[in-house]
């Protein structure tokens, strides 16, 4: 058994951004909150897939340059190589739990080179980080 608080774990930025309650060994789990006009790069996953369930405010999601407002209650699934990129044009903050699964054995993410407006990318435009 694993038990733990989220109060007991940092955000990456201090009070936003990703932070991890568990990660592995078969799935990663945490919560993120981008705050008001913040936005997350255009990236995918190659080997898993990555859901979020909306908990506060609301944040203009771009899927394959398609967009969407999550707003307090929607659940999204980006399915392996389904690129996403998340901005916060609101002013309050949004937060949302995360859940990578499988469990990466290796770091999968890919950052493309995309923002909204722009024509969306084909697979030349990507760039591992």
Known sequence: M?????SEHEYRFGDHGP??????????????VITPGEHHPCH????????????EGECQVWVNGELTVMK????????PYEAHYFE??????????????????NKDSVYVDWKPGQ???DSSTTATV
């Not at 694993?2 to 989220?6: A, R």
């Not at 932070?19 to 993120?32: I, S």
């Not at 307090?72 to 399915?79: I, K, L, S």
């Not at 609101?90 to 995360?98: G, I, Q, R």
Request: hydrophobic share 45%.
């Open 2 to 6: 694993y038990l733990t608080k989220e």
């Open 19 to 32: 932070k991890y309650l568990t990660q592995g060994p078969n799935v990663d789990l945490g919560v993120v």
């Open 44 to 55: 995918l996953h190659e080997t898993h897939e990555e859901s979020f369930l909306a908990l």
């Open 72 to 79: 307090a209650g929607d659940y999204m699934v980006c399915a």
């Open 88 to 105: 916060n044009v609101s002013d309050s903050n949004f937060k949302a739990v995360f859940v990578k699964a499988p469990h990466p054995v």
């Open 119 to 121: 024509a969306f990318f």
